[in-house]
């Protein structure tokens, strides 16, 4: 007989309000910060027209400050509730060498078990990873809005120019994570529902998670 089930919640309301706010942020951030790029490109490529919002210059700047407030606010959110309510502490940590190792050796060959509402080592190092990512470029934009009033941030991160690339390659970090995280999701389309109700379906023996 099939052990019974009940349906637990795995993503406190704040965790999913803030997830999908950040999702669509981030998403206009990208795309109005590859419009700006395009404008003075310093790799010899640009980003297609259908990749950027903002139209020209000045609309795309208007985009990437309205979408950076927007991701701040939402990120301080998150921020205030993950290490208030210890959600960063349960969910994240620890971040050990060793499993980390193991868990993307298992993922290689797709037998890496899944429990929806639990982070593997892979995932939590790559969660703590994206957050830092975030604070670096928080940092390098400061630099290069307010290169005056922030000249000693500028300074650290080598001048105006160095930290435009230092802001675009923690940028190709977060993308590179969306797209590690979006084909998890694929392989793994169970995780999404739970995303959106914050519930899952768990065996009875297991305690719920917040």
């Not at 999908?20 to 590859?34: E, K, L, P, T, Y």
């Not at 060959?109 to 593997?120: A, E, I, R, S, V």
């Not at 994570?177 to 023996?205: C, D, E, I, Q, Y």
Request: aromatic fraction near 14%; glycine fraction near 10%.
């Amino acid at each position: 007989m099939s052990e019974p089930q009940k349906r637990l919640v795995v993503h406190p309301l704040v965790v999913r309000i803030t997830h999908w706010i950040n999702a669509f942020a981030m998403v206009c951030m990208v795309m109005s910060g590859w419009a700006i790029y395009n404008a003075s490109p310093f790799f010899p490529f640009r980003f297609p027209l259908w990749a950027t919002v903002g139209g020209w210059l000045g609309g795309s700047i208007a985009w990437h400050f309205a979408a950076m407030w927007l991701l701040c606010a939402n990120g301080l959110l998150y921020l205030t509730y993950g290490v208030g309510r210890g959600h960063f502490r349960r969910k994240l940590l620890p971040v050990r060498p060793r499993d980390v190792v193991r868990d993307a050796a298992l993922a290689m060959q797709f037998k890496l078990p899944h429990d929806t509402g639990t982070y593997n080592a892979v995932q939590r190092a790559l969660y703590l990873f994206v957050l830092l990512l975030g604070v670096l470029l928080v940092a390098s934009g400061l630099s290069i809005w307010k290169p005056v009033q922030f000249s000693w941030l500028t300074v650290l991160f080598g001048g105006f120019d160095f930290g435009r690339r230092v802001h675009f390659v923690a940028m190709a970090g977060v993308v590179g994570f969306v797209a590690v995280h979006l084909a998890l999701v694929l392989l793994v389309p169970r995780t999404l529902l739970p995303m959106l109700t914050g519930r899952a379906k768990h065996a009875a023996h297991e305690g719920t998670q917040t």
